[in-house]
C-alpha cells in the first residue's frame, strides 16, 4: 500500500507565508511527478503546482511567483512553500503523486487526505 500525508496547514495572515509538506510511504518503486492541488469552499479542485521525475516545476498563473514547489527524491517527500498569501488562496491543499509500486506495473495517482489553509486577519 501507498500513502500520502500532508502536513503544514493552518491559519495565516494575509502577506503571511506557509510550507506545506507531502510524504509518501509504502512500497515504493519509483515516483514519478508531485504536485499540488486546492480545492476552495465551492469550487472545483484545481492544479496549483506540479514537478516532474527530473523536469522543471510548473505552477499555475495565480500562484507563480508567490510559490515554490521543491521535492527530495531520496526521502519521496515534496514541499509547497507559500509566500504573500492572499485571501483567496484560502482553500483545501491535497498532494499528489504518481507512484510506481514494487511488484506492480505501471504509475497509478494517489492523493494526501488534505491540510487547510486560510489566510485571513
Known amino acids: 500500500q501507498v500513502q500520502l500525508v500532508e502536513s503544514g496547514g493552518g491559519l495565516v495572515q494575509p502577506g503571511g507565508s506557509l510550507r506545506l509538506s507531502c510524504a509518501a510511504s509504502?512500497?515504493?518503486?519509483?515516483?514519478?511527478?508531485m504536485a499540488w492541488y486546492r480545492q476552495a469552499p465551492g469550487k472545483q479542485r484545481e492544479l496549483v503546482a506540479v514537478?516532474?521525475?527530473?523536469?522543471?516545476?510548473n505552477y499555475a498563473h495565480s500562484v507563480k511567483g508567490r510559490f515554490t514547489i521543491s521535492r527530495d527524491n531520496a526521502k519521496n517527500t515534496a514541499a509547497l512553500q507559500m509566500n504573500s498569501l492572499k485571501s483567496e488562496d484560502t482553500a483545501v491543499y491535497y498532494c499528489n503523486a504518481g507512484i510506481a509500486q514494487m511488484g506492480s506495473w505501471g504509475i497509478n495517482d494517489y492523493w494526501g487526505q488534505g491540510t487547510m489553509v486560510t489566510v485571513s486577519s
Open positions: 514537478i516532474p521525475s527530473g523536469g522543471s516545476p
Open positions: 509504502g512500497s515504493i518503486f519509483r515516483l514519478d511527478h
